[in-house]
């Protein structure tokens, strides 16, 4: 008999390639989607669908032993909100909610994996020698780091959760709409930066973070927290120079002041005040996007885990880069 696994956020970007990880690990897939949720794209997959009310701690234990889950990956939560509460509620509470009634019921619980980020211990300075580590003092910059790391709180709170939190640096790969925009810009030729200032940034492969995530189910190890990125440092301009040689392309480089985007972010968010949705360019993305360093450690993963990253840079952006040419998305 299969062994059973209970993926949220299973619509998006990771949630995709989570459940594609774990139906090759031979595991019953159940996805847990909105009503509004877009789930065409899922349908090359043999999995089942659930919904959950994260409101309803009650319900979800009702849900948990009807399904009787083996194994719980929490992925959904929001990026990107109109006001803080939106996403202590979203990203934190429900969380909780969701970890209090797996530790309440009365199912075969083997582990709950939390996608955190990176953005919950926050970036340190350029000149910073030592790199993110996971004890390292937690400064995050934005509500949504501030919202993870509360979430994360709020687990190690709860009994008999057997509980692994992974906080994955920036996520790129085949269906990913954020860092694709940058690449979408870079075809067209142009190579825009926010100020002068130099910068480290540390990436992961949407398929390596799969990965951990399904070394981190098979682990006996509970209560730990786990940076993921590939294990590289890159300077500010890897990202484009990667992507210019792969597509053969040119582009014009631009630094623009941070005052100037700045501006161009409280715009966009005026344009956006009557609508649910949130532009790409916020002044919560923007806190993150001009951060001076984001390079991380992934030591202790590696060590515990045995996780060793398949793609740097270069080769994960050769692989998205090719699918969104192929999906005409390029």
């Keep these: 008999m299969k062994e059973r696994v209970l993926i949220t956020g299973a619509s998006g970007f990771v949630g995709y390639h989570l459940i594609e990880a774990a139906l090759q690990a031979g595991m019953e897939v159940y996805a847990a989607v909105r009503a509004s949720s877009e789930v065409s794209h899922l349908q090359v997959f043999d999995i089942n669908y ?74 340190i300075p350029y000149q910073e020698v030592a790199p993110i580590q996971e004890q390292s003092k937690a400064q995050p910059v934005t509500a949504y780091g501030k919202s993870k790391l509360l979430a994360e709180k709020y687990l190690q709170e709860i009994e008999n959760l057997p509980l692994v939190v992974l906080r994955p640096t920036a996520v790129y790969g085949p269906r990913e709409k954020d860092i694709f925009i940058v690449l979408k810009t870079l075809n067209l030729g142009l190579e825009p930066y926010i100020s002068n200032k130099p910068q480290w940034l540390s990436f992961v492969y949407v398929k390596d973070l799969a990965k951990a995530v399904m070394q981190a189910l098979g682990t006996s190890i509970k209560g730990v927290s786990y940076n993921v990125s590939d294990g590289n440092s890159y300077d500010r301009y890897a990202l484009a120079t990667a992507t210019k040689q792969i597509l053969g392309k040119k582009a014009v480089k631009v630094h623009l002041p941070l005052g100037m985007v700045m501006l161009i972010a409280n715009l966009l968010e005026a344009l956006y005040a009557s609508s649910k949705a949130m532009p790409a360019l916020n002044r919560e993305k923007l806190s993150e996007l001009a951060a001076e360093n984001w390079n991380c450690s992934i030591d202790k993963i590696k060590s515990d885990l045995g996780f060793v990253p398949e793609y740097d840079l270069e080769k994960g952006l050769a692989q998205t880069l090719k699918w969104y040419k192929e999906n005409k998305w390029l």
């Design 50 to 123: 659930t919904s959950l009310d994260f409101q309803d701690t009650n319900a979800l234990v009702k849900e948990l032993e009807e399904k009787q889950y083996h194994y719980i990956i929490h992925a959904a939560g929001t990026t990107k909100a109109k006001h803080s509460l939106d996403y202590v509620n979203i990203n934190a509470v429900y969380t909780k909610n969701l970890a209090s009634a797996a530790a309440e019921a009365d199912i075969p619980l083997k582990k709950f994996v939390f996608i955190s980020s990176l953005a919950a211990l926050g970036p």
